[in-house]
């Protein structure tokens, strides 16, 4: 089955929606919004004005509708804008998001979802600690009833739009060590005992706002739980699959942007007195290069279809997450060495692609972690 066919009329013409937001709200600013670490809160709103925010989001809050290919379309747009930061704030939503419209309560939902994929409110989903990433069934932020309230006491980092968030879906232990222990809370911002740390500054995700977040006797009222109490481990662990799907869809993006940026310096860039397409080494990189995005693309695109479907693939997207991450770095390095010293220069879309690349194959579940999690799934 090709591309063609996991992709209707309507998905090209969301598809159409973002690269024309991406052309007249991102690209005249993106290269100064890179440098200054930021982009304007504005432009949540500005995409939420174009139905983005709404895509994959129930109906009766004002999104599309569970659509996985109309998110992917969406996402492969977004991501030729060049910048990964951005990306990444900007869709902060749909990691924070889904726990609360799957599993928040009726009036969690009616209160946070519309104000979220509206642009006027920002979500953030907060897991990650400084003591362990992978290891998320040992997380340490500690929840305690008291009451009609939870206190909560830990911290958070590597969190994304960190800052800038209102509504945070956080992980915390409510119960013993282990998964059966762990449950989501919302916390908002503002609340008593909750205070955001300084932005940190990273290698790549330049323009993505990330920040640590600190607890110390957060009270937090027992009705922003998310799902069962101590059954929160079941809900990251769903959340994670598509997540991981809009990764490796991120990173094929990536990779093809890197292979299309190529394509055209080579047959500019003269070199011994005709152009760098004119030799064969570069034309069989080059080729080398299609091969590998073109075959991470339809693989991805096939374990959507599977998601799309309703089936088990944890197996699958586990996969399909490292073969993109890996094309990614692969087709980003060897963009940067096509280009030679010009490739390495600050604002050069394929420096910016190689150092936002090298995230994805760490973020959603590491390469190694995503190996296990195969091995587990082949019965090892």
């Given at each position: 089955?090709?591309?063609?066919?996991?992709?209707?009329?309507?998905?090209?013409?969301?598809?159409?929606?973002?690269?024309?937001?991406?052309?007249?709200?991102?690209?005249?600013?993106?290269?100064?919004?890179?440098?200054?670490?930021?982009?304007?809160?504005?432009?949540?709103?500005?995409?939420?004005?174009?139905?983005?925010?709404?895509?994959?989001?129930?109906?009766?809050?004002?999104?599309?509708?569970?659509?996985?290919?109309?998110?992917?379309?969406?996402?492969?747009?977004?991501?030729?804008?060049?910048?990964?930061?951005?990306?990444?704030?900007?869709?902060?939503?749909?990691?924070?998001?889904?726990?609360?419209?799957?599993?928040?309560?009726?009036?969690?939902?009616?209160?946070?979802?519309?104000?979220?994929?509206?642009?006027?409110?920002?979500?953030?989903?907060?897991?990650?600690?400084?003591?362990?990433?992978?290891?998320?069934?040992?997380?340490?932020?500690?929840?305690?009833?008291?009451?009609?309230?939870?206190?909560?006491?830990?911290?958070?980092?590597?969190?994304?739009?960190?800052?800038?968030?209102?509504?945070?879906?956080?992980?915390?232990?409510?119960?013993?060590?282990?998964?059966?222990?762990?449950?989501?809370?919302?916390?908002?911002?503002?609340?008593?005992?909750?205070?955001?740390?300084?932005?940190?500054?990273?290698?790549?995700?330049?323009?993505?706002?990330?920040?640590?977040?600190?607890?110390?006797?957060?009270?937090?009222?027992?009705?922003?739980?998310?799902?069962?109490?101590?059954?929160?481990?079941?809900?990251?662990?769903?959340?994670?699959?598509?997540?991981?799907?809009?990764?490796?869809?991120?990173?094929?993006?990536?990779?093809?942007?890197?292979?299309?940026?190529?394509?055209?310096?080579?047959?500019?860039?003269?070199?011994?007195?005709?152009p760098l397409a004119g030799f064969q080494v570069t034309r069989h990189k080059l080729a080398e290069m299609a091969t590998d995005v073109k075959a991470s693309t339809e693989f991805?695109?096939?374990?959507?279809?599977?998601?799309?479907?309703?089936?088990?693939?944890?197996?699958?997207?586990?996969?399909?997450?490292?073969?993109?991450?890996?094309?990614?770095?692969?087709?980003?390095?060897?963009?940067?060495?096509?280009?030679?010293?010009?490739?390495?220069?600050?604002?050069t879309v394929v420096e910016r692609l190689f150092r936002d690349n090298r995230i994805l194959s760490i973020g959603g579940g590491t390469h190694e972690i995503m190996n296990e999690?195969?091995?587990?799934?082949?019965?090892?």
């Open positions: 089955m090709s591309a063609l066919n996991y992709f209707n009329e309507t998905h090209q013409m969301v598809r159409d929606t973002v690269r024309k937001f991406v052309e007249r709200e991102i690209l005249p600013e993106v290269d100064d919004w890179e440098e200054a670490g930021e982009f304007p809160r504005a432009l949540y709103k500005t995409a939420a004005d174009a139905g983005i925010l709404g895509i994959n989001a129930p109906e009766e809050f004002g999104g599309t509708g569970e659509d996985v290919f109309m998110k992917i379309a969406a996402c492969e747009e977004l991501v030729r804008c060049s910048s990964g930061g951005l990306c990444a704030s900007l869709g902060s939503l749909d990691i924070g998001l889904p726990p609360v419209w799957k599993w928040g309560s009726e009036a969690m939902k009616q209160r946070v979802i519309p104000e979220v994929i509206n642009g006027d409110k920002i979500s953030a989903l907060a897991i990650t600690e400084p003591n362990g990433g992978s290891d998320v069934a040992n997380l340490q932020t500690r929840a305690v009833r008291d009451g009609d309230h939870y206190v909560v006491n830990g911290a958070k980092t590597f969190i994304t739009s960190g800052v800038r968030a209102d509504y945070y879906t956080v992980a915390v232990r409510t119960g013993d060590k282990g998964y059966g222990g762990i449950s989501l809370l919302l916390i908002e911002k503002g609340t008593p005992g909750f205070t955001v740390g300084r932005k940190l500054k990273k290698m790549g995700w330049w323009a993505s706002d990330t920040a640590e977040l600190f607890f110390e006797d957060c009270r937090v009222p027992a009705e922003n739980l998310i799902g069962p109490e101590n059954g929160g481990f079941y809900c990251i662990m769903s959340n994670f699959q598509m997540e991981r799907l809009i990764l490796a869809v991120t990173a094929n993006s990536t990779a093809q942007l890197a292979l299309d940026e190529a394509m055209k310096y080579v047959k500019e860039r003269e070199a011994f007195g005709r991805t695109y096939r374990v959507a279809a599977q998601i799309a479907a309703g089936e088990n693939c944890v197996l699958d997207v586990s996969m399909a997450k490292n073969v993109a991450t890996r094309c990614a770095d692969r087709v980003t390095y060897d963009a940067v060495q096509l280009f030679g010293g010009s490739g390495y220069m600050r604002g999690v195969i091995a587990k799934q082949m019965g090892l």
